[in-house]
Each structure stands twice: as structure tokens, then as C-alpha cells.
């Protein structure tokens, strides 16, 4: 129920601010509008809010009408996990992709073309990137979200991409604090557990965001998983000791910590997202993400009126909001000083940051054509293929909008070349697959076959029994090579896509591609 308050109380006002809600629609409903002129500092852009990037610059236009210093947060990765591009996949290959390259400099590149892009639509606050060490394969949320799970190249490359991102004026915000790698449950649905000592902690999942830390990153977001060895009874996100004790006090961080989306499972099955709000403020988060999955107005007054309760109460202390609320209007002011500088974190030119505007728009394919890693031979395509794509559930971070694979590059190539989807649930889908392509050359799209025993079973049989078969891995290439060919993208982008369709089509002596071309 909906308190009565004056929406011009200090508190209120604090309360609105820390708030990153989302909402429907490509244009700003009037209860955002509304809420924005009464203190609301931040809105959050999803999928369902793009259409096209026109429409993006006239929906952000139209809310920094009401307050001009307004953060606009989106969740745009790049790779697997895009927005802007939701409807037809990334044009930039996603963080497996920039770690198998290693190129420190092409990853700057990538990461200051995307923020270009971003500014230009009038977003400043990007949730990327993800400093997670992808330590565990079987990790159902990371995956090709991850660097890799090297330590140290993730945190050179989680600093690189910060630099990027910050030198386009667009806000980084480093995530999954303390790290998500070694989980195996996805906290949209449950609460993931890190049984790991202290010393691993620190040698491992700490050290990417000790490095973003170092490269300026104006955002760190929590996750919400729990680790019994910095805290054995809450997660990160409303943890004291982890958000303040651990990033605060230990690791030195000054800038706003905003939490993980407060309607995912993890929290509100655990404590509802009221109190699971007020706690994530206690423990010292700054901002609140809520949106993916409620984005109406009742849900910003639930929350809203939660915290205020709370600071009358004395359960949150009016100090605490008032520290939050200034961060989020601190980092307001950074990206309104950082618009079309070209300046870094600290707001100096970085050293070494490719400027994106050199190497052009086609960064993006540049470097997926890099990331890919081809093994076996096969000669060149020349007549329409037949592409059997092996899925699986798409986790929510990813969603089931965007499109990924090959048919679509494949058929825009090679006119004629047809495509069918088989699950799990396909009965004997080797069969099926061979039934459907007749005597055409197969290509067989798969992500994560080492996390599907249906997936490599499939792919034993029908390489068994045609084995002039490609197949790409558009996941993490942690299974052995099956086919003639073999070509691991390390990313479902559109542009891994069209690198992989260009190999198939060209054919291959079994040399990997030139890691410049």
C-alpha cells in the first residue's frame, strides 16, 4: 500500500533517486515524467523500449526535457547480451571473443565504439562489463559473457574495456562484484552459492575488479550470490561486509555500487523486493536495478515508499540514503562533463585507446573475424548448405529475441540454403537431420555442447554418418572439435556469425585465419 508523503520531502526525493527502474514502451509514459521531475535520477532501457536509433535519441530527448543530468542506463554487452541490436544481434562479438584475441588495444577499440554509439543515442551509463573469471564450464548465466578463465587476462581486459567505454563519456559499470564465474545456478532463478576459501577468492574473483578499480570504473554492480567465506548468511547485494567492508573499505572503491536487478530470484524469493531493497541500501549499494521484469509505476512507489518507511523507522539511516542519493547525482554530473570529450575515467585522454573513429563502424566484424578459431578443413561451399541448429533455453540475461547462428549469413551468401531447429526434445534428431538435408552439405550450429549431453550425442551419430559436416560452436569451445570443420566463434553475435559463414563458404586448408585479418 502506497503511503502518503509529500513528494518534495528531502527523503522522498532521496528515495526516488536511487531508484533504476525501466518501463514500457518507446516512449517515456507520463508516470516516469512524472516521477523524474519529483527526484527520480536514473532510468534503465531494455529491448522492449528500441526500435531503431532515431527513436532511442528522440525517447532520451524527451526525458532529459524533464531533468537534463537524468542517467540512462542500459544493459549492452555487446556480444550474446545486447539491447540496442535486440532484434537482429550485435554488430561487436562479446567478451570470449576480446579475451581469445587478447589484443588490448582492439578490445579499447570495440569497447569505445560501442559507448560512440551508445552516447549518440543519449544513454550514459552502460552495465557492462563483466569482469567474471568464467572458472567453472558449466556456468549456466556467464559463459561467453566472461573474458575467459584466466584471471589476469580477464582483468587487463575488464580495464581495457573500461577505458574504452569511460573515453567515449559513457559511464562503466563493472559487474558481477564479487564474481559469478564459479556458479552453476543463474540467480534470475535461485540464490548461487561460492564455496571457496578466502585466499581463492582473492587470487581469483577479486582480481578483475581490483583492475577495474585501478582503470577508473564510475560503477560496480552487485551480485546476488552467496559466499560463506566473506559472509555466511546474506549475498553481496545485502551484505555489509561485502559491499562496505570488502569494496568500500578494503578494496578502496569510491564510486556509485548499484545492485543486480532487486526482482530477480535470488532476492525477492529470499526477501522480498521491498526489503530486499532497504537491506541492499543498508549495506551500502547506491542505486537499485529494477525493470527487466516489473516496470510499471506501482513498483517505483512500492520501493520508493519502502525506503522512507525504513529512514523514519530508524532501520535505514537518513545518512545512508543521503550518501547514496549524492553518488548517483555524482556520476550524473561525471557524464554530463564526459559528453563528446573523448576523455578516459579520470577525464585524460587514455593512453593507448584506439580511437574507434580510425578504424571505422566495422570494428565489431574486425574482431569477430579475429575471435574465430577454425580447426579441421573442408573445401569451399559453393551450393545452397542445409543448417541444423541445436538449441537449447536461452538464460534471461541473453532472452529468446535475439537471433543468432549461421542461416541467416549462410542464406544471405548462398540464396537457397534452408534451416531447421531441433531441441532436446527432438526424437532422434540426428535422423531428423539427415531425413531434412538430403544430399546437401551440413552445417550444424551448437552452443555449449559440453553443457548438453543430448547436443554431443547428436553430433557423434550424425558426424558418424556424414562426416564432411561442419559445425560451429557459437558457445564456450570447451567439448573436442567434432566434423570436418570445426569453428569455434566464442560468441553468438550476428557479426560471429558472418565470420563463421565466410569460412564456411570459402573453405579451409585447416591454417587458422591470420589473427590481423
Request: with cysteine; aromatic share 4%.
Amino acid at each position: 500500500m502506497t503511503t502518503l508523503i509529500s513528494t518534495t520531502d528531502t527523503v522522498t526525493r532521496d528515495a526516488l533517486a536511487v531508484l533504476q527502474p525501466g518501463f514500457t514502451g518507446t516512449t517515456a509514459p507520463d508516470w516516469v515524467l512524472r516521477r523524474v521531475d519529483e527526484g527520480l535520477a536514473s532510468v534503465a532501457l531494455f529491448g522492449r523500449n528500441i526500435r531503431t536509433p532515431e527513436q532511442v535519441t528522440a525517447l532520451t530527448a524527451q526525458l532529459r526535457a524533464v531533468r537534463d543530468d537524468l542517467l540512462v542506463a542500459i544493459d549492452e554487452e555487446g556480444g550474446d547480451v545486447t539491447r540496442l541490436e535486440v532484434r537482429t544481434g550485435s554488430s561487436f562479438p562479446g567478451n570470449l571473443g576480446l579475451g581469445h584475441v587478447d589484443d588490448l588495444a582492439l578490445t579499447r577499440a570495440v569497447a569505445q565504439e560501442l559507448g560512440r554509439r551508445l552516447a549518440e543515442c543519449g544513454v550514459n551509463l552502460n552495465w557492462a562489463p563483466s569482469a567474471d573469471v568464467n572458472s567453472n564450464p558449466g556456468n549456466p548465466i556467464i559463459g561467453v559473457r566472461s573474458f575467459g578463465a584466466d584471471t589476469g587476462l580477464v582483468a587487463r581486459h575488464t580495464a581495457a574495456y573500461i577505458e574504452g567505454l569511460q573515453a567515449a563519456g559513457v559511464a562503466a559499470c563493472t559487474k558481477h562484484f564479487p564474481g559469478h564465474g564459479d556458479t552453476a545456478i543463474d540467480s534470475h532463478h535461485a540464490m548461487p552459492r561460492i564455496d571457496v576459501d578466502l585466499e581463492t577468492l582473492h587470487a581469483r574473483e577479486l582480481v578483475p575488479f581490483r583492475a577495474a578499480i585501478a582503470a577508473g570504473t564510475k560503477c560496480v554492480m552487485s551480485a546476488h550470490i552467496l559466499l560463506p567465506a566473506l559472509d555466511p548468511d546474506r549475498p553481496a547485494t545485502v551484505s555489509p561486509q561485502i559491499l562496505t567492508g570488502l569494496l568500500r573499505q578494503e578494496l578502496g572503491y569510491d564510486g556509485l555500487i548499484v545492485t543486480d536487478a532487486v526482482e530477480m530470484q535470488a532476492i525477492a524469493a529470499t526477501y522480498g523486493i521491498e526489503r530486499g531493497s532497504v537491506l541492499a541500501i543498508a549495506a551500502g549499494a547506491d542505486a537499485l536495478c529494477v525493470g527487466g521484469g516489473l516496470e510499471d509505476d506501482g513498483t517505483v512507489l512500492r520501493l520508493r515508499d519502502a525506503l522512507v518507511r525504513a529512514v523514519r523507522s530508524g532501520e535505514l539511516p537518513e545518512e545512508r540514503l543521503a550518501d547514496a542519493a549524492a553518488r548517483v547525482r555524482a556520476l550524473a554530473s561525471w557524464t554530463q562533463g564526459a559528453k563528446g570529450t573523448g576523455s578516459g575515467p579520470g577525464g585524460a585522454a587514455q593512453e593507448g585507446t584506439a580511437p574507434a573513429t580510425g578504424i571505422g563502424s566495422d570494428i565489431g566484424l574486425v574482431a569477430a573475424r579475429r575471435a574465430v578459431l577454425v580447426t579441421g578443413s573442408a573445401a569451399p561451399l559453393t551450393e545452397p548448405a542445409y543448417v541444423a541448429a541445436f538449441t537449447s533455453a536461452s538464460n534471461i540475461a541473453v532472452g529468446d529475441e535475439t537471433p543468432w547462428g549461421v542461416a541467416a549469413e549462410l542464406g544471405r551468401l548462398l540464396p537457397g540454403t534452408e534451416t531447421d531447429t531441433y531441441s532436446s526434445e527432438t526424437e532422434a534428431p540426428a535422423a531428423a537431420v539427415l531425413r531434412a538435408a538430403g544430399e546437401r552439405r551440413i552445417v550444424v550450429v551448437v552452443r555449449d555442447v559440453h553443457r548438453h549431453a543430448w547436443m554431443g550425442e547428436a553430433l557423434d551419430a550424425l558426424v558418424a554418418e556424414r562426416p564432411d559436416t561442419a559445425v560451429v560452436e557459437m558457445g564456450v569451445p570447451q567439448a573436442a572439435p567434432r566434423g570436418a570443420l570445426h569453428i569455434a566463434t566464442h560468441g553468438a553475435a550476428r557479426v560471429c556469425g558472418l565470420a563463421a559463414a565466410e569460412i564456411v563458404v570459402s573453405g579451409t586448408d585447416g591454417r587458422r585465419p591470420e589473427r590481423g585479418a
